[in-house]
């Protein structure tokens, strides 16, 4: 495997095949936390984080664990267990090693236990690089880059959407499709530039 | 501490049924599923391989094939093949006779793009097979080209391309293996 | 008379797609054929319906602190059951969904029941709230889906509808998807507001 190839994985999982724009995954944290641009982005931080982590978790206890002894079926148990753990996990430490940072993230944290994009890309993982149960070459290194890079694209799109939502403050729009709806038309728009990326051949 | 401890408890009684319940219901609809599979392959052979009569599973190095018989001697192989697709694996079985000319292609399971990616499987109103796939029939494989010899599907080149390469690359590979034991 | 309202505030006063609009990334992900959408409806109400119960039956025993790990397990054994049921039985659909089956355990509609009444309420209402909820959730991705698959497509569960007009691919596809919900969650915003009045 060479380094091209995981260039590939980093560019196609921000732009491409972006969690929210294209996977829909990371919808509800999406539409909720993207008023402004501050803490859309330290959302965006600390998911990156998690599924980064995540990730590498997933495949360790996949690779070592799940497929040696024929446990896939308790992949979802499995997984969703050890993601809890470890926000629970990384929300202590950050309380007490590291209180100002847990001043700007910390209120994020439980949220993205329950946030589809890193449950999404830790079933992900398993499903792109395993192949009938076994490992293909570099597979760690691409669930790893996978999970940031799914990270990085959640940010961008919340970024974005933040920037957009406050301007939109300003706009007059039917008292109907105020908040959300609009929210939903905006991400329809992004969804649809982002999908010209997708005749990049890589 | 000690509620520490009750925590622990509950909470590893709780996963344990858990697992076991999930244990049981894993061997109930185990051999539903697997038997559900082969029943696919089963199909998907007979479709990319309809002159024979009797298909037996081997395996060669990595690469798992059909030998398809037909009055009980080898009249071609079906491969399994797995293509890098857009958005993951495309599973993909390619029938071919001894000499390399393709029998027939059959998607057994993909992830692509439902109206784009997905039209490699796709049976267009009034026909009875996939266009796509059908194009492949007749062909000697090994150095096929997408837009030369193979139309790809509008806005799915990639998937296409996918597909074309990895029954190139595997044939080739297969008879590469072939002569090696010989 | 009260019961009767735990089953029906899912349907439309407490939609969860609708008005609480929670549990999207399936909503939206899933809804490009009527097929698809019904069957994620029926295995997510499955879900909600088990964890719900169970979740219900031991709110006593549980202590608080580790309520969310336990509730997350209950969900998780559901969704796995649905899983391989669902790959049994009805391979073709649970192909077609893939991974948006073990993404029901992220689902917030299933998580947010268990913790805002089935923690609180006795069994058989939590039954009724789960049944509510997920047929709201079941009819809302048939509406959506219908809608994609009619306008995407030119077909309605499978069948063409020989429109005579070339579908927009648009529709099928991620952006169409969003612009559907976002539509109608405002056209819908406007009926009850007018309603209201």
Not at chain 2, 117 to 127: C, D, L, S, T, V
Request: aromatic share 12%; with cysteine.
């Amino acid at each position: 495997m060479d380094i091209s190839s995981y260039a590939t994985i980093i560019i196609s999982t921000v732009f491409i095949n972006n969690f929210i724009l294209s996977r829909f995954l990371g919808l509800c944290s999406f539409i909720g936390v993207s008023k402004q641009i501050g803490p859309a982005v330290s959302m965006g931080a600390a998911v990156t984080f998690v599924t980064t982590m995540a990730s590498v978790i997933s495949w360790l206890i996949y690779y070592f664990i799940l497929t040696p002894f024929h446990l896939e079926y308790l992949r979802t148990l499995s997984f969703i267990l050890v993601i809890a753990s470890f926000v629970q996990f990384t929300e202590i430490v950050i309380q007490k090693k590291a209180p100002l940072l847990y001043k700007v993230f910390g209120i994020y944290l439980p949220l993205i236990t329950v946030n589809c994009a890193v449950f999404g890309v830790a079933v992900l993982n398993t499903d792109m690089f395993f192949i009938g149960g076994r490992a293909v070459a570099g597979s760690f290194i691409k669930s790893l880059l996978q999970g940031f890079g799914a990270g990085v694209g959640y940010t961008l799109a919340m970024f974005l959407m933040a920037g957009i939502r406050e301007r939109l403050e300003y706009a007059e729009i039917p008292q109907s499709f105020k908040d959300v709806p609009i929210t939903f038309i905006i991400a329809s728009l992004m969804s649809m530039a982002f999908l010209g990326f997708s005749g990049f051949k890589l | 501490m000690k509620q520490l401890f009750k925590f622990g408890v509950i909470l590893g009684v709780i996963c344990l049924t858990a697992t076991l319940v999930l244990a049981v219901t894993y061997q109930v609809t185990r051999p539903k599923i697997e038997g559900e599979l082969s029943q696919e392959e089963q199909n998907a052979l007979k479709v990319i391989f309809p002159a024979a009569d009797s298909f037996t599973r081997k395996t060669m190095g990595e690469m798992e094939y059909f030998e398809a018989l037909k009055n009980n001697t080898a009249a071609g192989y079906c491969l399994k093949i797995t293509a890098n697709g857009y958005n993951g694996f495309i599973s993909v079985m390619a029938g071919i006779d001894p000499s390399g000319v393709i029998t027939g292609v059959s998607i057994l399971s993909h992830q692509e793009t439902p109206g784009l990616g997905a039209k490699i499987n796709e049976i267009k109103p009034g026909e009875n097979d996939q266009w796509f796939l059908r194009q492949f029939k007749g062909k000697r494989a090994g150095k096929l080209e997408v837009k030369k010899d193979i139309d790809a599907v509008t806005g799915a080149t990639i998937s296409s391309a996918a597909v074309t390469t990895a029954i190139n690359n595997a044939v080739n590979a297969f008879f590469k293996e072939v002569k090696n034991k010989k | 008379m009260k019961l009767m309202g735990e089953f029906v505030k899912g349907l439309w006063r407490e939609n969860p797609t609708f008005r609480i609009v929670l549990g999207l990334c399936p909503t939206l992900a899933v809804s490009t054929s009527v097929g698809n959408g019904f069957g994620m409806g029926i295995a997510a109400t499955f879900v909600l319906l088990g964890s719900n119960i169970f979740v219900s039956m031991v709110r006593n025993i549980v202590p608080e602190k580790v309520r969310i790990p336990c509730y997350i397990v209950i969900i998780a054994t559901f969704v796995t059951i649905a899983d391989l049921f669902m790959r049994a039985y009805a391979p073709l659909l649970s192909r077609s969904l893939g991974m948006f089956v073990p993404l029901i355990v992220v689902n917030c509609i299933v998580l947010g029941r268990a913790e805002a009444f089935s923690s609180k309420e006795p069994p058989f209402r939590s039954m009724l709230d789960a049944l509510g909820m997920g047929l709201g959730f079941t009819w809302a991705l048939v509406l959506i889906s219908s809608i994609r698959e009619a306008l995407g497509n030119g077909t309605l569960f499978g069948n063409s509808l020989h429109s005579g007009f070339q579908p927009p691919l648009f529709m099928i596809l991620a952006p169409g998807a969003l612009l559907t919900i976002g539509v109608l969650i405002g056209i819908l915003n406007y009926f009850t507001k007018k309603m209201g009045k």
